[in-house]
T-cell receptor, first 118, second 115 residues
Framework: GAVVSQHPSRVICKSGTSVKIECRSL??????MFWYRQFPKKSLMLMAT?????????EQGVEKDKFLINHASLTLSTLTVTSAHPEDSSFYIC??????????????FGPGTRLTVL | AQSVSQHNHHVILSEAASLELGCNYS??????LFWYVQYPGQHLQLLLK??????LVKGIKGFEAEFIKSKFSFNLRKPSVQWSDTAEYFC?????????????FGGGTRVLVKP
């Protein structure tokens, strides 16, 4: 199998605080993980590509100082939303890329984390 | 950069009806194509994918999709839906030359199957 977990599943925080979201690949190693943001009734928007042992690659328009990504091991990536504000409230989803023998390595998705900033 | 559009935002149909969801992409190069499903309260799951070969791809749960290169389309179909097919469906594209296997998603289609 290829299972990806996220923790926490839901978090409510006060404006100005920081929140850390974990993404784990449970039964495979992932040198690359992705972080997405899903707005209500909208699609997934790629925020950044998390690379084990190196800096994350952020998509255009995503503030890297606001959304800190750390890929500390082959099974764990974390997203920290710093100084969160109500507009950061969203559903954050991670995926982990499973290395394979083909030219494309499939992504497996976590269940998502609902962040609400008051 | 590639983009993906899904024509229907919401679809409501009855059990046993046929389903077709449209997906078009814009990208001039070679692509890999995907359909994902997100059941209520669950994570995204891969329904089917197309890399090369037969443009008619069969996936899980009776779904299939057809890649029409000339139309830049990858429409999803199911001949007879069930109540359990109620979910949100996302089309996604990966440009083969794009670094890191990045996926671009369409806006999603919410499907409600009435029993």
């Amino acid at each position: 199998g290829a299972v990806v977990s996220q923790h926490p599943s839901r978090v409510i925080c006060k404006s100005g605080t920081s929140v850390k979201i974990e993404c784990r690949s449970l039964d495979f190693q992932a040198t690359t993980m992705f972080w997405y943001r899903q707005f209500p009734k909208k699609s997934l928007m790629l925020m950044a590509t998390s690379n084990e042992g190196s800096k994350a690659t952020y998509e255009q328009g995503v503030e890297k100082d606001k959304f800190l990504i750390n890929h500390a091991s082959l099974t764990l990536s974390t997203l920290t939303v710093t100084s969160a504000h109500p507009e950061d409230s969203s559903f954050y989803i991670c995926s982990a890329r499973k290395e394979g023998s083909g030219s494309y390595n499939e992504q497996f998705f976590g269940p998502g984390t609902r962040l609400t900033v008051l | 950069a590639q983009s993906v559009s899904q024509h229907n935002h919401h679809v409501i149909l009855s059990e046993a009806a046929s389903l077709e969801l449209g997906c078009n992409y814009s990208y001039g190069g070679t692509v890999n194509l995907f359909w994902y499903v997100q059941y209520p309260g669950q994570h995204l799951q891969l329904l089917l994918k197309y890399f090369s070969g037969d443009p008619l791809v069969k996936g899980i749960k009776g779904f299939e999709a057809e890649f029409i290169k000339s139309k830049f389309s990858f429409n999803l179909r199911k001949p007879s839906v069930q109540w359990s097919d109620t979910a949100e469906y996302f089309c996604a594209v990966n440009a083969r030359k794009a670094a890191g296997n990045k996926l671009t998603f369409g806006g999603g289609t919410r499907v409600l199957v009435k029993p």
